[in-house]
């Protein structure tokens, strides 16, 4: 099955400064690899997502790049806000998004005013 | 929408007691995901559902855990009997065609 590790665990940033997590999948197959944000106390957010066919999506201060030779995608948050802080996961799936999502380990980032 | 909605929000229960947690996903979502989340283990599917009939349930741990989505807007996990290495944050998501998932806010469960 479909492993994703994610780096780093805790990213410690100063506001105002960019910030970015990275993973690696393992199923050359995947094809949909969506971030979801995780604020305290409340489920995952879907934030962005990239399909195989494309190599850049941003959205405002969030973009992701994908790189399927690698088999590795990045999320990078520019001028960092405090609600920024949170935690960030990574997931990876085959299909077009609607199956057994397989998540990296989170990426706990805190903002310093 | 009110989005995928879980209850009870918190759930204390006494090892060896059955506990049932519940889930509406969005209306018009045809998949259900119910997931649990540790800090050694991270988020792990456990089963999911299209159109109310189970699809994979290999990440369901063991005979103790069961789950149901007798309609289209209702879902349950049951864990019978618990044990406290079943402490941890439930959640329940929903999904349709390609769009991303909707996560609820969970239920978390402390088994003493």
């Known amino acids: 099955g479909e492993n994703v590790e994610q780096h780093p665990s805790t990213l410690s940033v100063q506001e105002g400064d960019s910030a970015v997590i990275k993973c690696t999948y393992s199923?050359?197959?995947?094809?949909?690899f969506p971030w979801y944000k995780q604020e305290l106390g409340k489920g995952p957010q879907l934030i962005i997502d990239?399909?195989?066919?494309?190599g850049e999506k941003k959205d405002q201060r969030i973009a992701v790049t994908l790189n399927k030779t690698a088999k590795h995608f990045s999320l990078h948050i520019t001028e960092t806000q405090p609600e920024d802080s949170a935690v960030y996961f990574c997931a990876a799936t085959e299909s077009f998004g609607n199956e057994k999502l397989t998540f990296g380990t989170g990426t706990r980032l805190t903002i310093i005013p | 929408d009110a989005g995928v909605i879980q209850s009870p929000r918190h759930e204390v229960t006494e090892m060896g007691q059955e506990v049932t947690l519940r889930c509406k996903p969005i209306s018009g979502h045809d998949y259900l995901f119910w997931y649990r989340q540790t800090m050694m283990r991270g988020l792990e599917l456990l089963i999911y559902f299209n159109n109310n009939v189970p699809i994979d349930d290999s990440g369901m741990p063991e005979d103790r855990f069961s789950a149901k989505m007798p309609n289209a807007s209702f879902s349950t996990l049951k864990i019978q009997p618990s044990e406290p290495r079943d402490s941890a944050v439930y959640f329940c998501a929903s999904t349709r065609g390609t769009s991303g998932y909707t996560f609820g806010s969970g239920t978390r469960l402390t088994v003493v």
């Open positions: 199923d050359s197959a995947s094809n949909y």
């Open positions: 990239i399909r195989s066919n494309v």
